[in-house]
């Protein structure tokens, strides 16, 4: 506020209310709608290099190499032998449980 | 040619004026009434009322405007239709503007519905005039005025 406005009496200024403890809450006699799905987790790829094993692979991924299982249940229709995979597969990569 | 370009540039001049009109006629409509609003799908909502009780069904049986600084501040809502997946928004405002509390509700009304909101202020209401402004699916179906003394 400026001297002049004090002098001639010029406008208060209104403090600001604060509402920053207000509460609130609401209920419904109607049911809730179903929430929505959650974000389906983005999917992980990994293509296989000489000298993989999913065990290897479970450990670069997971950081537990007993984890291959999950990578080898995932991925069942393109892996046969769990001890065989191949250069070039495109494995996905299951997010870690 | 030139006659035909000023002709096509008139129409659509019109057409863009007709638009417009169209919706600010929509907004008038929807902001300020608190009387029943029809959105784009069959639920709508047939009242709001300000109260400082509900009753057991959700409903403020006895309508206010104005409120004393301790009590708490009841909206119900009452819908009419069948909806999957509704959301309801009630936002109060204060008199200069600022947000006193925004809440969300996503209901699945099947019917005649009565949804509640409330607030309340431990420190106690300003004196003012409040606003409270209800929305369905986005869209502003009705508001209430009151006051705290």
């Known amino acids: 506020?400026?001297?002049?406005?004090?002098?001639?009496?010029?406008?208060?200024?209104?403090?600001?209310?604060?509402?920053?403890?207000v509460q609130s809450g609401s209920s419904s006699?109607?049911?809730?709608?179903?929430?929505?799905?959650?974000a389906a987790a983005p999917k992980r790829t990994y293509t296989v290099v000489s000298g993989d094993s999913l065990s290897k692979i479970a450990k670069r991924e997971y950081g537990d190499a007993q984890k291959w299982k999950a990578i080898y249940?995932?991925?069942?229709?393109?892996?046969?032998?769990?001890?065989?995979?191949?250069?070039?597969?495109?494995?996905?990569?299951?997010?870690?449980? | 040619m030139t006659t035909r370009f000023w002709l096509a540039?008139?129409?659509a001049l019109t057409l863009a004026t007709g638009t417009a009109c169209n919706r600010d006629t929509a907004d008038d409509t929807a902001a300020g009434t608190g009387t029943a609003t029809t959105t784009a799908s069959e639920l709508r909502v047939d009242e709001i009322r300000l109260g400082n009780a509900i009753g057991a069904d959700n409903r403020v049986a006895t309508e206010s405007d104005d409120f004393a600084t301790n009590e708490t501040i009841y909206?119900?809502?009452?819908?009419?239709?069948?909806?999957p997946n509704a959301t309801l928004v009630a936002r109060w405002t204060f008199e200069d503007g600022q947000?006193?509390?925004?809440d969300t509700r996503t209901i699945a009304p099947n019917g005649s519905d009565v949804t509640e909101f409330h607030i309340t202020n431990p420190n106690g209401w300003p004196a003012g005039n409040y606003k409270l402004e209800v929305m369905l699916n986005g869209q502003s179906v009705?508001?209430?005025?009151?006051?705290?003394k």
């Open chain 1, 1 to 21: 506020m400026g001297l002049l406005d004090k002098l001639f009496g010029g406008k208060e200024e209104k403090p600001r209310a604060d509402f920053s403890n």
């Open chain 1, 29 to 38: 006699t109607a049911p809730s709608a179903p929430s929505a799905q959650p």
């Open chain 1, 73 to 97: 249940e995932a991925n069942r229709d393109k892996i046969s032998n769990p001890d065989l995979i191949h250069p070039g597969q495109v494995l996905t990569i299951p997010p870690a449980s």
């Open chain 2, 9 to 11: 540039a008139a129409c």
């Open chain 2, 75 to 83: 909206a119900s809502i009452r819908t009419a239709g069948t909806a």
């Open chain 2, 99 to 102: 947000v006193v509390s925004e």
């Open chain 2, 142 to 148: 009705g508001s209430k005025d009151f006051e705290v």
